[in-house]
């Protein structure tokens, strides 16, 4: 009689969880966007400990503008970091930008010797491949999920309960 009681709920059968949507995407997609928000997240720290470090080695009032510019510019590349690690183009793109910006910056600045203008623009490079193959790996990340969502998985006939294997007879 408690089968059919109107006013209890049924029993549910459990569903099989999910994986989070960034699981589900080929490593070959969420690698670069993972090294992206790493190096994000790695600017973060190095730009506070150069600024820190500045503090520490003179304090003076240009050093402590220095500690504040480290600061804020720290918490840019924090926000672009969490940004990334959403999945989020915009931030993506503006992390893009950013990495140019600095690029030019570092292309009009004359002031050292030649050796060291070609080991900042290298750096300044490789870190360029990292975050061009990352923006652009937040793109194909969106487009994958899109796709999937727009055809899902066939369910296959072995999984039809009809063609399941009949039970041993007792």
Excluded at 3 to 32: C, F, L, M
Excluded at 52 to 79: D, E, P, R
Aim: hydrophobic fraction near 45%.
């Amino acid at each position: 009689m408690d089968d059919q009681n109107p006013y209890q709920a049924g029993e549910v059968p459990p569903s099989t969880p999910k994986a989070p949507h960034w699981e589900q995407v080929p490593s070959g997609i969420t690698r670069p966007v993972t090294q992206l928000w790493l190096l994000g997240a790695g600017l973060t720290v190095f730009t506070l400990a150069t600024g820190g470090w500045t503090w520490a080695k003179n304090q003076h009032v240009l050093a402590m503008m220095n500690v504040i510019a480290a600061a804020m510019l720290s918490c840019v590349y924090l926000a672009l970091a969490v940004g990334v690690y959403k999945r989020s183009r915009v931030a993506a793109c503006l992390t893009a930008a950013l990495w140019a910006w600095v690029f030019v910056m570092h292309l009009r600045q004359d002031t050292a010797g030649m050796a060291d203008t070609l080991r900042r623009i290298g750096t300044t490079l490789v870190i360029g491949v990292v975050v061009l193959r990352g923006t652009v790996a937040t793109f194909r990340h969106h487009r994958y999920l899109a796709a999937k969502k727009r055809q899902p998985t066939r369910a296959r006939i072995s999984d039809d309960p009809a063609f399941a294997p009949k039970p041993p007879a007792a």
